[in-house]
Each structure stands twice: as structure tokens, then as C-alpha cells.
């Protein structure tokens, strides 16, 4: 079973770090992109961004490109999403997806979501 | 402000047909596959309809999916309570050179 489990949720102060977490399994990790998605408190749905974990090529939307990074580590077929310093607006859940075939597709299996809380 | 426009709501009795549209333009719908996702109240999204009118599997038969030019629209026929959720619709924009989202519309079973 194809299966994308994040971390647990977080509760961070403004200006802290965080790295939240999204483990594939039951399939080639590195051989199907990865999306992140925000939704805020009560709203719609974000795209952030993509990474391909076989080589880690990267595209940011530019909403949130220089606010957020991504990156994998192949070994424990995990991807990530880090911040540098959270603020109060960065308070969401954030969901990872996988596409099942290329780019430009859909995204067939979703994690559960991490909710991220940045409060002081 | 989205780049695809959907109806903010959607409402029917049960058994009734609900159809949801979604608006975008040559640089999205009009160039790339068009997919729904179905994120019932505090859960995951969940990909209902991809390829413009392909259902994964598991997915009911009373979900369907068409696309034409650079509109498409999801029907929902027979209608029934656990079809109570937010519906979103979703491309590849080359323009943006990223995803799109519709705002979603929640769907309500009076």
C-alpha cells in the first residue's frame, strides 16, 4: 500500500526553526515527485512547491519561494519542509502529496498533514 | 484571487444531482489535465476525479468528471450525506509554471 506518513503537529514562537517530515512507503520513493501543500485556518488549498526526490530538482511557487526549503533524504525515503524563522502567518496545516507518473499530473496519495501552530 | 474559479457553495437533497464548475483558462484547463479532490470536514484531501473524468479506484460511480476547452465541471448524482465535504479542482499552469487550485466549494445535503 502506497502510503505518505507526516510528523506530528508542531507548536512553534515566531522566529524559531522547524523541519516538518513526510515518509513514503510501499512504492519507489525516488522515482515519483513530491508536492507540499498549505491550508490555512479555514481556507482553500496552496501548492508551495514540488521536489523529485531521485535528483532533489526543485520548484517553488513563488509565493513561497526564500520562505520555505525542501529537500529528501533517499536513505529513509523521506522528504522535508523547513522553515528558518516562523511567523504568526505560517500557522497552517501542510499536507505532502505524491504524483503517481511525471509532472504536471495529479496526486494520487496524500499524508495526513502536519499542523504547524506559531503563536508567542 | 484564484487563478480556476469554482462557486463557493452547492447544495441538493439526497438522491438529488449536484454538478460543480470550474473555470480557468489556456494556460491550465485548457492545456493540462484537470483534477478534483475531495477533502471531507477535518481530513486529508483525497483525489476524486484525475485525467478530467478518469475515479480512482474505490471512488463511486456517482462522482463524474468532464472537461471541455478551458472549463470542466463534477457531477455528483444520487447525492448522499457522507458527500458533505469541500471540492476542489486543480491543474498545471504553464503560465505559472506551478499548480493552481480552485477556491473550492462546499457541498451541503439539506
Known amino acids: 500500500e502506497v502510503q505518505l506518513v507526516q510528523s506530528g503537529a508542531e507548536v512553534k514562537k515566531p522566529g524559531e526553526s522547524l523541519k516538518i517530515s513526510c515518509k513514503g512507503s510501499g512504492y519507489s520513493f525516488t522515482s515519483h515527485w513530491i508536492v507540499w501543500v498549505r491550508q490555512m485556518p479555514g481556507k482553500g488549498l496552496e501548492w508551495m512547491g514540488i521536489?523529485?526526490?531521485?535528483?532533489?530538482?526543485?520548484r517553488y511557487s513563488p509565493s513561497f519561494q526564500g520562505r520555505v526549503t525542501m529537500s529528501v533524504d533517499k536513505s529513509i525515503s523521506t522528504a522535508y519542509l523547513q522553515w528558518g524563522s516562523l511567523e504568526a502567518s505560517d500557522t497552517a496545516i501542510y499536507y505532502c502529496a505524491r504524483l503517481p507518473e511525471g509532472l504536471y499530473n495529479w496526486f494520487d496519495t496524500w499524508g495526513q498533514g502536519t499542523l504547524v501552530t506559531v503563536s508567542s | 484571487q484564484s487563478v480556476l474559479t469554482q462557486p463557493p457553495s452547492a447544495s441538493g437533497t439526497p438522491g438529488q444531482r449536484v454538478t460543480i464548475s470550474c473555470s480557468g483558462s489556456?494556460?491550465?484547463?485548457?492545456?493540462?489535465?484537470l483534477n478534483w479532490y475531495q477533502q471531507l470536514p477535518g481530513t486529508a484531501p483525497k483525489l476524486l476525479i484525475y485525467?478530467?473524468?478518469q475515479r480512482p479506484s474505490g471512488v463511486p460511480d456517482r462522482f463524474s468528471g468532464s472537461k471541455s476547452g478551458t472549463s470542466a465541471s463534477l457531477a455528483i448524482s444520487g447525492l448522499q450525506s457522507e458527500d458533505e465535504a469541500d471540492y476542489y479542482c486543480?491543474?498545471?499552469?504553464?503560465?505559472?509554471?506551478?499548480?493552481?487550485f480552485g477556491p473550492g466549494t462546499k457541498v451541503s445535503v439539506l
Open positions: 521536489i523529485y526526490p531521485y535528483d532533489s530538482e526543485i
Open positions: 485525467n478530467n473524468n
Open positions: 489556456s494556460s491550465n484547463i485548457g492545456s493540462n489535465t
Open positions: 486543480a491543474a498545471w499552469d504553464d503560465s505559472l509554471n506551478g499548480y493552481v
